[in-house]
């Protein structure tokens, strides 16, 4: 039950949100080659379009908070891929963010990306106040809403939050296979128990609680997800999302942010995916920090949900062992770095 509980609390703690920070600086990542029998390389930016011939296409929100996690994370997706110069890269960001253009093409000169503007007044009105204030940021819940962001040409994409690293090759995350009546893949968890995710203003109410009379709903985090963005279009999932926040405005039925919703309309209709693609929880304990290990098995990407962020935790010299892991991802240039010297 406590695990259960401390699950929860780790999706939301992903988008813990501070004051505005000045400009960081990012030293350019290597450069990573196709291998034979890729795909011929992308052009880079500044093209900006939206490549139908790409071999993955990634999506991840960027705010200047977590943006020394998502350059990790590119860096990470670039340097486990086979074929990297045939990923493209699709980001939301909350406001225009004035360097974020310039910031990107340095650090990564040959990627292939897209910056997309988020209109926080799509879900202002719809958000309703949760357990952590961070959670109700508008960013957060730019997932729901990638189907109407992203052009068509983008038919299936990779979520990804800005706190994980891959140390496998995303290609294979993105062919998850999906059943024809399936719009979403993610790592399921059968074992948490599900009902602590509603109210029981939820649960008492039949016909809200009917919605999962036909499935057999387990959690998932939507912190790694394919989705098939045709599908989703097709099949107005943002509007079902949209409803279920609309009644939450009205009817307290759950207490998270993003997730519920997410919940509702998709648990126990999504492929799972194997658990090395999300080892979650390397954040730690939400209240004290502690350190996490890894989950028994395989591991194909670390997600540092929870309290704690590696780079927090690094710069103020408290690391937890796995932030070790971490580290050699960082792009964050320091005007002291001792290899500048
Ligand atoms: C990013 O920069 C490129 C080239 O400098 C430009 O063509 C493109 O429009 C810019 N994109 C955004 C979103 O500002
Ligand atoms: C699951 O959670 C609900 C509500 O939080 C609780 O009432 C129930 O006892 C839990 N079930 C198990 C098996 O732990």
């Not at 980001?91 to 340095?106: D, H, K, Q, W």
């Not at 927090?312 to 408290?318: E, K, Q």
Request: charged share 20%; aromatic share 10%; proline share 9%.
């Amino acid at each position: 039950m406590a695990h259960r509980i401390h699950t929860l609390v780790i999706v939301l703690i992903v988008s813990a949100v501070s004051p505005a920070v000045s400009r960081p600086r990012f030293r350019e990542a290597p450069q990573f080659y196709n291998s034979a029998g890729c795909p011929p390389p992308l052009p880079p930016s500044p093209a900006a379009e939206c490549h139908r011939e790409a071999l993955v296409h990634v999506a991840m929100t960027l705010d200047v908070t977590y943006l020394r996690g998502s350059m990790a994370a590119i860096h990470s997706v670039l340097q486990h891929s086979s074929c990297p110069q045939s990923i493209q890269f699709h980001f939301v960001a909350s406001s225009r963010i004035p360097f974020l253009n310039s910031t990107l093409g340095n650090a990564f000169p040959m990627l292939a990306f897209k910056i997309y503007d988020f209109d926080d007044r799509l879900v202002a009105g719809r958000i309703s106040t949760s357990i952590r204030a961070a959670l109700d940021r508008p960013l957060n819940y730019a997932r729901s809403y990638l189907a109407g962001i992203l052009p068509s040409c983008a038919g299936r994409v990779v979520y990804l939050d800005s706190d994980l690293i891959l140390v496998d090759d995303i290609a294979r995350l993105a062919g998850t296979p999906l059943p024809s009546d399936v719009v979403l893949a993610a790592p399921e968890y059968c074992n948490a128990n599900f009902t602590s995710y509603f109210t029981p203003a939820f649960w008492s109410n039949p016909t809200l609680s009917l919605t999962f009379s036909d499935r057999k709903p387990c959690y998932f985090n939507t912190g790694v997800m394919v989705i098939d963005l045709d599908r989703w279009r097709a099949g107005g999932y943002t509007d079902q999302i949209e409803e279920w926040m609309d009644l939450q405005k009205k009817i307290r039925i759950y207490e998270l942010g993003s997730l519920p919703p997410f919940l509702l309309v998709f648990a126990g209709r999504i492929a799972a995916v194997e658990h090395r693609w999300n080892q979650h929880g390397l954040g730690g304990d939400n209240f004290r920090g502690l350190c996490r290990d890894l989950h028994p098995g395989p591991v194909s990407l670390l997600h540092w949900s929870g309290k704690g962020k590696p780079w927090v935790r690094l710069d103020a010299g408290r690391p937890c062992p796995l932030d070790a892991l971490w580290a050699p991802y960082d792009l964050l240039q320091t005007p002291f770095n001792i290899e500048d010297s």
